[in-house]
Structure formats: structure tokens, C-alpha cells
């Protein structure tokens, strides 16, 4: 361990939490006034940037309520709205006297609406969409007027159907004449062909087109009617919390597990992820060494139809149960077991006894390989994102792992390191610190500060470095939280060359979770918990990565580029602003950076298939933009053969291949001869690798840095 110092850090939020709100308890009996009262205390009395209730923020929360329960506005009328907005500027009053009679009335009418639809939609896809008529669809909601009446109500309903029908359409008529040309030009291999699709009419396809449209909706109100009333004013409570930042989120009690699961990157249970079917619960995947797994009896596809705990006699029938309400009962504590009742695929029935283990979600968790370039071994690092056990940080976490990763790199006698933090958006604060030295022999990490108290220096104070070689940081546009004081931290130093996006995300804010349980007497409901804005971080050079991100050393193109995706793209998110920075010290190593950077930037100034992708870029957001489609087959199946044919020329960005071989470390060959999902994972990571511009150009500066640090050595030896 480096130090206790991260302990501290999480007992100090923890602390801040309880002297700051459980001095006051509440005991309100109605749950919904009671969740409210201490949701809007605690953020009154904790949160960074509190904000003033009025009516301001009542026409705010009231637009993003209603948006959230009608965002395609097919539920609601325009005279259902006009009742409503007799409360537009009166939520702040209600928020403060704990008053919900704003969100029993719109949830009486959502429910009532909702009913009222499923006739519509049912009653338009009972009848064939005439794809001869030349009309248009409009994808921007926003633009949209709620409707009057019902006729227009079903005619909006109508519209939106078509429109989801047309491609379901396209994909037929599309199959049925690659069957006829396979057909043709494989007429020795007939035989292993589906060709009952040519014997379809277009009438035929049309009504299976609408067919598939009826089940995917019956699908979704099926999961809608699953929902209860604590759901919908999770949603309301949501639409006020958000108001104050947004990462600023209230999570009813199965998201506040599902929460804490994904920070730690484990749960207890039996190792599947499920998913509703209609009444049905269905298999969706089985997790690679977990429990069921292990066992080799549960299936892709199984519904479990019964679950029974080892000290019951009767198994509970579990069809038709909500989603969340069944895996309550399926997982588990360690070493406990469960009897499911499976309908198999081949529609067979028997029981299976799993018992239950800790599972490790794998994808969750860093990695990393090896690879040879110019004679020389690499190693690079996918760090997906900085997990941690909030109940135990001495379990396993991020910069533990890092370090064991670190260590097993070295003894393959890697000489320079590329550690990939794209798409990681962020997590723990006490890992990252920990983390960043790692790679520093001591020093600051970060700053942090809350609204009032002076600022405070997260620092590495313990002299060991894991990893003293070159080291190059991968980022882009969804880069956030953690990643960008990692990155910042490690730029400031010019202890690592940072490549990516022009900025990272831009989240510079600094979040602690809280048990709402906590404020409650003798309640027997679990009121969830709260995740709040308490603090900023602020980089050792006293600038915010807030809005503005961490700028990259070599900026490279990526698909994201012309994309609105960042801190600064949210409602209400917190200003930049600056602090005065930490004393630290340069790296005090012998790579020349700027030198190295010049020499990558020339290189990605020149790189073909880099134009490319920036060109695919500009596409993408072209494509993104299209507000306008014709309901017309002809001239849908037109226009999306004209955006086909312009796609053909990125093509070639698939086809991009590099001459570098990356290979697992030893440990885990040994472990992929057990585990054939994990050594088919690792073929795939190691294929998108060698694929891959950036880690590419990653590498190339890796041996730039080696060189130069090679040379300039050499020239200090001989002047000493």
C-alpha cells in the first residue's frame, strides 16, 4: 500500500455526509413527501453550487419532466399540457412544502394516456402502410407542437409507425433479392439456402415488415406496464436533481445497486444477465467464469420459469414478474444455492441448481498486452474505467490492479507503455491519485476544492515508481472525470505524451454517493441514495479541466469530432474557473518531448488514412443532422442507396491493417486454456489492436521517446 491516504479521503466524504445531515432526521410516512424532504435538504446543505427554488427552476424541472414522459409527444395532448402548466412556476413552492400533487396528477394522466395508445398503435399496424404516397417524416422532436385532438393524435402515431416500418421493409426486399442473386451465382450450394423468401409477395413482406414493428411495441409496453408508481417519481425526482448539475442524480434502491456493482466490477449471483421477453425472463448472455458458467448447464436463451432458495419447499413462479423483481430473487449470497425451473430452448423443461459466487464482470477491469515494433517489446494498457469497492477500498480497485499489471509488463522486459483511456468516464478519486503514482516518484496529483473551505492537495508521497520508462496516454472526446485529471496530471509533469481528440469530455466536478437510509428512523423502505456535486478539481497547474478538458500534445481526428459530446454540450453544467497551482517538479527524465511530439504531428499531418477518418467524421454529422425523410419507398430506398454509395469511400478505414502482433501475457494464456470465452475476447481486442491508427501512432512515438532518451543519455554520460 502507498498510503492510507485514500482511506482518509473516503472517510472524510463519508464524514461530511453524516455531520452535515444525519443531525437531522425525518419521518414523514408518506414516502414520496419524505424522499423529496431529505433529497432537497441534503442537496440545499451539501451540494457545490446550491440553487435558488423559484420559479426559474420550476419552468426548468416542469420542461424536462414533461420531455422525459413524452419525448416523441405521441402521449399527451395539447390540452393535457395546458392543465399542466398551471403548475409551471408553482414547483418550487410545492418542492419546498414537500407537496406531489403536481406529480399525482401528471402521472394519473401518463398512465391513462398510455392506455389510450396501445388501441392506437395496434390499430394502425392492423392495417398495410401505402409506401406509394410521397410524404415526409420529421425526426426533430422538438419541433413538434402536441396535438390537439385524436385524429391528429393517431396521425402522428401513424407517421412514426410508418417510419420505423419502411426500414423494417427495406430489410426485406433486401434479403429477398440477395437470395435471388445468390441463387443465380451459387446455384451448386442451393441447397443450403433459405429461399422461401422468394416465394414472398411485397404485400407478404410488408405484412411481416409490420409485424416485427407490432412485436418490438408490444415488447416495450410490456416493460412499460412493468414499471410502478415509484418509478415514474424516480423520473420527477430525477427532473429536479438535474436542475442543479448534471451529474447530480437521484437512483431508486435497484439502481443504487446496480450502481455500486459496476463501480466494484462485481456482484453475487449466478453469473447471467437476463432479460424480459414479453411475460417471459430469457437468458441474454452467461459471464465468462462465473457460477452458471462454471456449471455449464444454464443456456443463451433458457427461460427461467420458477426460482426456489435452498431452505424452500415450493419454487416461486417467476412469468410475468418485473425484470428487476425476479433477479432479486436469482442472485445471491456467496456459496448460497438456487434451483431454477428452465423452459429450454427446444421447449423442454428441467431444474438446475446453481450456487451462487462472487462474479467478476472481466470487461470491467484492466488488461493488457504485448507487442514488438522495431525490435523493440510494448506494452499497452485498456483501462475501461476507475473502478473501486466504495465499501471496502482495500478490495480490489483500479490502482492495484494497475500495479500488478505494471509489474507483469516489466518482467517481459516492455520498454515503453501505452495506456488507453478512451471511453473511460472516470470513477474513483482516490484510485486516480493512487494511480498517478504509479508513474511519479512524488508529488501533487490533483487539487480539489469545495464551495467555501480551502483547497486541498491530493499528493503521491511515496517515493517508489512502478513505471519510470516512456509512457504515451490514448484519449477522446468521452474521456472524462478520472481519466482527465490522470491525463492532466501526468501532462503537467511532461511525464507522458498525451494523444487524442482536440479535448477530452470536460467533467472537473467532484461527486460523493450517499445512502438516503441514513436520514431515516425506524423506515422499512429503502429510499435509495443520492449522487451529488460536493467539490472541483482543479489541475497541479491551478487550471479546470472543467468544460475545457485536457487538450492532447498530438490531436488526432476521430469520429466524434464535429460531434456536440462533452461537459460543455449538458444543461446546467458548472463554470471553469482557475485556483493558483501546486510547487511541483518537471520529470526529470531524458526524453525530449517537443521534439518527440513535432515528429508525431508530422505524421498524423500526413496520414492518409487519418484524412479519411476525419472526411467519415464530417459524414457522420452530416448524417446525424438529416432532420427529413420521405415515407415513399422509392424514394427511401433512394436516398438511402445515395448515403450508401457516398459511405463506399470509408470503406478502406476496416481494411486498415498494421504489421504489429499483439500477444497475451503468460498468466493469462495459462488462464485461457480453461476459459474459451476469455481467449475469444482477447483475439478480438487483439485484432481491433492491430487495426488501430492510434495505437499505431502510440507506439511510434513510444520508440521517438526511447530513441531520444537513448540519445540524450548517451550525450549526458559523455559530458559527465
Known sequence: MKRNYKLLLLVLLLAFASCSFTTKKFEDPNKDKLLMQIVTYVLEQGHFNPQDINDDFSKRVFNDYIEQLDPLKRYFYASDIEEFKAYETQLDDQIKVYDVSFFDLTYERYVKRLEESKAIYKDILSEPFDYTVSEQFYTDNDKLEYVSSKKELKERWRKQLKFSTISNY???????????????????????????????SDTDLEIEAREASLEYLNELYAYIDDRERKDLFSVYMNAIVDEFDPHTDYYAPVD????????????????????????????????????????????????????????????????????????????????????LTLKKVDGTIEDITITRDIVELEETYVKSSTVIKDGKTYGVINLPKFYVDFQDYNNRNCASDMKIELERLKAQGVEGIVLDLRNNGGGSLPAVVDMGGLFIEEGPIVQVKDAAAPKEVYSDKDPSIVWDGPLVILVNEVSASASEILAAAMQDYKRAIVIGSKQTYGKGTVQTFFDLNRMVRMNDDDMGALKFTIQKFY???????????????????????????GERDLENPLAWSQIDPVDYTLWNGYYDYE??????????????????????????????????????????RSALEQSEEEAKRF??????????????LPYEVQLMEQDTVLKEKRKRWHKSLSKDVYIEEALNVLNDLKMTYEIKKVASSVKN
Open 256 to 339: 443504487k445497486d446496480r450502481f455500486n456493482r459496476d463501480m466494484k466490477g462485481n456482484f453475487e449471483g449466478i453469473g447471467a444477465r437476463l432479460q424480459k421477453k414479453m411475460d417471459a425472463i430469457v437468458v441474454n448472455e452467461i459471464i465468462s467464469g462465473g457460477p452458471a458458467w462454471r456449471q455449464n448447464e444454464l443456456e443463451v436463451g433458457d427461460q427461467i420459469m420458477k426460482v426456489r432458495q435452498a431452505d424452500e419447499t415450493e419454487a416461486l413462479n417467476i412469468v410475468g414478474m418485473k425484470l428487476d423483481d425476479a433477479i432479486e430473487f436469482i442472485k445471491g449470497p456467496k456459496g448460497t444455492e438456487v434451483t
Open 539 to 565: 489541475r497541479i497547474n491551478g487550471g479546470s479541466t472543467q468544460l475545457e478538458g485536457v487538450k492532447s500534445d498530438v490531436v488526432v481526428p476521430d469520429r466524434y469530432s464535429y460531434i456536440d459530446i
Open 651 to 664: 470503406d478502406k478505414l476496416g481494411e486498415y491493417k498494421t504489421n504489429l502482433t499483439f500477444e497475451s
Open 595 to 636: 521534439a518527440t511530439i513535432e515528429k508525431s504531428n508530422a505524421r498524423m499531418a500526413g496520414s492518409e488514412q487519418l484524412k479519411l477518418i476525419d472526411e467519415n467524421a464530417k459524414w457522420v454529422k452530416k448524417m446525424r443532422d438529416r432532420e427529413v425523410y420521405s415515407l415513399n419507398y422509392d424514394q427511401y
Open 170 to 200: 427495406d430489410d426485406l426486399i433486401r434479403e429477398r433479392e440477395n437470395t435471388k442473386k445468390q441463387t443465380l451465382t451459387n446455384s451448386d450450394n442451393i441447397e443450403s439456402l433459405d429461399t422461401s423468401i422468394l416465394e414472398k
